[in-house]
């Protein structure tokens, strides 16, 4: 590697400017893609090569690739120096600091677990938050309520095996044979039912079937390989709406 | 759900009221198929047959879904699963994931070997061990568990002695973060 030491007294042509930060630049981001590590002795003759010319840094683009070539020198240095400080770190340390810089690029996928609702009465009542606020629409506080409702049964007792089933029984005793479009069938409905209709189609027990006018007609027995069961999305029913 | 809609003057048809919120649950959801492998969000085919819908009407849904979940600091983002399109919601800034210290360290190694491996996409996991376990870094028993959980919860997937990166990978780390790891990787423990 030859240095290019700039004549005293005399004011090299910009082309041997250029070509020389050009040189440089191009060295140092070639390394660095490569993950090789310059010594530092070189390094600093390279720096010192290129020192010289900020003074006749004229036009733009001298200016940038000078930048450039600075800004390689110094990743180059942050390298070699990150490289000897680590030399002293055990093994487990610096896996556990990978970790960190793992976690500090992710921007994880979202899951909402639970009841899909935001709580009213932890965070958001201590700042005088008032759900009406936000939803003053009828269909919002009758399904907040059922919300309400629904979770108050959970909470207050477990449901049987037996009654699970009556109530399989029921919602199937009732909706068999009924064809309804899907936004009749979604208000026909509760979130408990919903679940329940998924599941009776899930274990075989019924099926849905889409005809072309859009009504979905509720049959007994599986589907079979040539007529497939429907997806349905229903509202509210949230459990429901893949395995429907 | 019905508390994360904002109540702002709605341009739309209503039936975007009861419909985003249930593609909101859908595309936010996490399950496995048949494999035991995790999925996020839902394939854009069954999204089409649920919906009844067609490829544009279901664009502009998924548009108008991303314009309410930008306010809630998320994205809504499409990737390749299978052959197949799926589609999910996904943090728009950096967040908690469920992964320990270790686990994470080790996902970078393996992002950073995948990346070097080109055109194969995956990492020889006796080549990883010899890394991990050779150097000791981990024992066999935290490298056997590791790899389990980074499976377990959709970041790799293990096949024929090569770990390659699963949809959730792709998912949370974009390209450049990618590189940007696998430099890390290298600096850090090879």
Known sequence: MSHVTPQPGGRPPDDSVLSRLWDVAHKYQRRLATGEVVPLRESEADRRAVAPFARRLSTPSERSLDGLAYRSLAEMQVRRDSRRLLSNVPGRLRLRRLGFEVALRAKPAVFLHGPLRLATNGLLASVGFTPDALEPGDDAAALRDELDASQYRVRMRGVEDAELEALRGAVKKRLLGLRLRPAALAESLTSGEADLLSQLVRRGEVALFADRDGSIEIRAGGASRSVPSTVVALYPSRKGTRGG | MAD????????????????????????????????GRLAVGAPRKRLLEALRVDDAALDALLARLAERAEGLGLEFRDYRRAGDSWCCLAATHGGPIELSELDQGVLGLIIHLVLKSGRRRAAGIEELRETLVGREYLTENQFQSVLRRLEYHGYVHRSRGAVSLDCRTALEFDEAAQKEIAEQARLLIL
């Open chain 2, 4 to 35: 994360e809609t904002p109540a702002e003057p709605q341009p739309q048809a209503p039936a975007d009221e009861t419909l985003l919120p249930q593609l909101m649950a859908v595309l936010t959801a996490r399950w496995r198929d048949e494999t």
